[in-house]
Structures are given as C-alpha cells and as structure tokens.
C-alpha cells in the first residue's frame, strides 16, 4: 500500500503533539511490523506508507511528516535516489527546513550508506534493531539531532582513521554541501558554537544542529573537528579566517 495507513492524511496540527512518520520499504510485511511497533508509542504515529522512493517522495510531498525511515533496495527509485530528492533545495523551497530521513540498513550495504550520506540523509538504523531504538532514533532526528548505529559509526571511523585518500573528503565531496551548508561549515571552522551560527545566519540553533549533522554526513566525517580541518584543507576557510 501508498499513501496514507487511514485513507484521510492527518495534518500536523491533528497530530495530538505526536511524531508523524512515513515509512519507505518495498516489503510490506517489513512496513507492517515497523507500523505496529512504532504505533505502540504514545508520541509517535504512521501517517503514511510507500513501497518505493519514488512513492515515498510522493507521499511525503504530501504529508510533510517530521520523520521518513526509509529501506535502502527497492524497486522504481531505491533509498539514496529518494533521500537525495527529499533533502534536495528545489523539493524544500518554501519550507523552513527538510524532513530528516532515518536510513534501514544492514551490515552489506557499505556502499549504499556511504552513497545514503552524500544523498543527506540524518541518521542510519540496522534493521535487526531493537523496537526502542528505532522509536529513540526517531525522536533524535524529529528534535535536529541525528543517529548513527553505533555499528555503523564504527566502520565509519575505521575507514575514516585508516588515512586511506579515496576515505577523506575531497573538493568534488565539498560541492555537494548547498550554499547554506557551506555557510554554516565556514562558521563553524572560524570557531563560532551552534547559538553563535544561528544569530550570523538568522536560524534557529535546532537548524544549526541539523546543518552540522548533514555536513559531517556530507564530509564521511566524525566529528566538528575532523569537519573544521576539511573545510582549510580544501580551501573552504583560509587561515587567516577569510573564506
């Protein structure tokens, strides 16, 4: 099934205050299972389901939820292809920031979570998971935060401190940051903290945050740190503080 889990979409203000997620994955027993588990908490509720990304999008378009979890394989449009629409700018113009999207992914798909990362995605959850980690993922990213299965993050941080080049970003990887993106690196690599970035560039620190998390996705980077010495090392930021 696309399209909505009760017929009639349930705008955000009807929501009782609760999550509204939108769930991608070509199996439906799969979307069954997450359904019912993430119904059973009291803050969060399915809004809408799709059974590819090309759907997905769709869907998304048309209920703007605060969460997508969206499968990696699938017919039509797979994962990446659909997360790279839905954080693109042209999908978001007009509104305030994009829907994260929480990635299902599983110990042989390295490729496709590193692609998951150019693509923005927010955060990423192995789908042997426990049902409480899903639901605390979810409510990471509905509040700006990401989520990284700490599986995940460790071979991200392998690949990252094996020094390998192909591993390190690179100016092709720096171009696929937006101008706000840059912006907000640039700031961050002068030395401003999250509320000082928000009061330069007139955003709230929740998008600031969000912003951070997307670059060091962006980047294949582990921390501000490593994403404050990519921004000199490919010229973002000069030393002398100019950009």
């Known amino acids: 099934m696309d399209g909505t889990r009760s017929g009639a979409p349930v705008p955000a203000g009807e929501a009782d205050g609760r999550l509204r997620v939108v769930l991608v994955d070509d199996e439906a027993l799969i979307r069954a299972g997450l359904a019912l588990l993430l119904e059973s908490e009291p803050d969060i509720m399915v809004v ?3 059974s590819d990304g090309r759907a997905g999008v769709e869907v998304v378009a048309g ?11 699938m017919p039509v449009m797979d994962g990446v292809a659909a997360t790279r629409i839905l954080t693109s700018e042209e999908f978001n ?15 042989n798909e390295d490729e496709a979570v590193h692609a998951a990362l150019r693509a923005g995605a927010s ?3 192995l789908k042997n998971s426990a049902p409480r980690i899903l639901a605390s993922a979810i409510r990471a990213l509905a509040r700006g935060a990401g989520w990284l299965d700490p599986n995940v993050t460790r071979k991200l941080l392998e690949e990252f401190s094996n020094g390998a080049e192909s591993s390190l970003p690179t100016p092709a990887e720096l171009d ?5 993106e840059r912006e907000v690196l640039a700031a961050i690599a002068r030395g401003m903290n999250n509320a000082e970035v928000a009061a330069k560039l007139f955003l709230s620190e929740a998008t600031v945050k ?21 921004a000199y090392r490919l010229g973002l930021v000069k030393p ?3 950009s």
Do not use: W
């Not at 113009?93 to 110990?107: D, K, S, Y």
């Not at 501000?224 to 010495?229: G, I």
């Open 123 to 125: 955060g990423f959850i």
């Open 176 to 180: 696929e940051l937006t101008r706000r």
């Open 63 to 73: 209920l703007q939820p605060d969460v997508v979890v969206m499968d990696i394989r």
């Open 48 to 50: 809408g389901e799709a």
């Open 240 to 242: 002398d503080g100019r």
């Open 210 to 230: 969000t912003h951070v998390h997307r670059i060091l996705m962006k980047l294949g980077v582990a921390d501000r740190a490593q994403a404050v010495a990519a």
């Open 93 to 107: 113009t007009g509104r305030t920031e994009a829907v994260p999207v929480l990635i299902l992914t599983t110990f």
